[in-house]
């Protein structure tokens, strides 16, 4: 049987920190940083003359309970508690936007409107320009409370889901409501609004959203790459 | 051996004055703090890795990638200006717990 080398501490670090809450560059780094000492430990076991299984044995030791250790590497990296890290990276800036998103949807529809400009599309224009800045104002509050790429982007398109998740809830709880209760509840002022163009109701506001998030979210994530420098 | 709970307070003490004397990537802190100590301080990878990365979000230490003469890839740590200035008052607290300990319990060679 051959010594044990970098290739196998690797795969056993990234099979017992599979679930480390980290972005996925982290969670890299701090995996290729835990093979390292533990290739260093059970190296230097190796030259004290211990066997290949006592080594990898005292190597294992010496790591613990990967359980623990992954859920205070997480906790470490995001500076705090998961519950109160999701608040401020995803709801509390997805919330917001949300609530500047209805304010804007509400004074869209007191604006006047010639019916064949909105007929085609150009009259929502109003409503679609201040969302890229919506969409950046939440990648940039995510990204400042350490949301990752994902996070930052999920509250960047809150908004959007917010409305595909109603779309997709309100006929079935309308159905139950009124079978359930006998309450007739109408939605369609929203819902033919919806059916009738889907592509301005959800995914004009999801890319208007995406082309204010993304640029913001290039330029925060954009990190120098760390030079290569030898020990003295 | 030194009970835990002391261990993880001086656990910061002994990282920032490690890294006093230059940067040292995980693997040589922790060897270096059990060597100092003579096996009383050793530290886990649960132990060591967490507090090197909230001691990195606190700035008192700077994680770099670095390739040794031998190609090998490590994380080395640096203390930081912040770390230096935190070392003084940290020595400082942590000597007047001895001293007083030593008091308390009567203890003549600590």
Known sequence: MSDWKENDWNELVRSRLAGLALDPADRDEVQAELVAHLEETYEAFRADGLTEQHAVQRTLALAGNWQDLQRRISLAKNGGLPMKNRLHQIWFPGLLIFALFTIFLFLFEQLPFQPHLVASGIGYLPWLLPLPFLGALAAYLSFRAGGSRSASLFASLFPALGLAFAFLFMFPAGFFLERLFGWHVSFRTVATDLLRSPIISLLAPAIALLLGALPLQFLLSRRPTPSAKAIS | ?110
Not at chain 2, 30 to 37: F, G, K, N, S, V
Not at chain 2, 90 to 103: C, D, M, P
């Open chain 2, 1 to 110: 051996m030194i009970a835990s709970g002391i261990k993880r307070g001086t656990a910061e003490l002994a990282v920032l004055s490690i890294l006093e004397s230059g940067a040292l990537h995980g693997y040589e802190i922790a060897r270096r703090i059990e060597d100092q100590t003579k096996g009383s301080l050793r530290f886990t990878l649960a132990a060591l890795y967490p507090m090197l990365y909230r001691m990195e979000k606190q700035r008192w230490i700077r994680g770099a990638w670095e390739t040794s003469p031998n190609g090998r890839r490590r994380r080395c740590y640096r203390l930081t200006p912040a770390g230096k200035k935190k070392l003084t008052p940290l020595r400082g607290e942590w000597s007047q717990l001895f001293v007083a300990l030593r008091r308390l319990a009567g203890v003549s060679n600590v």
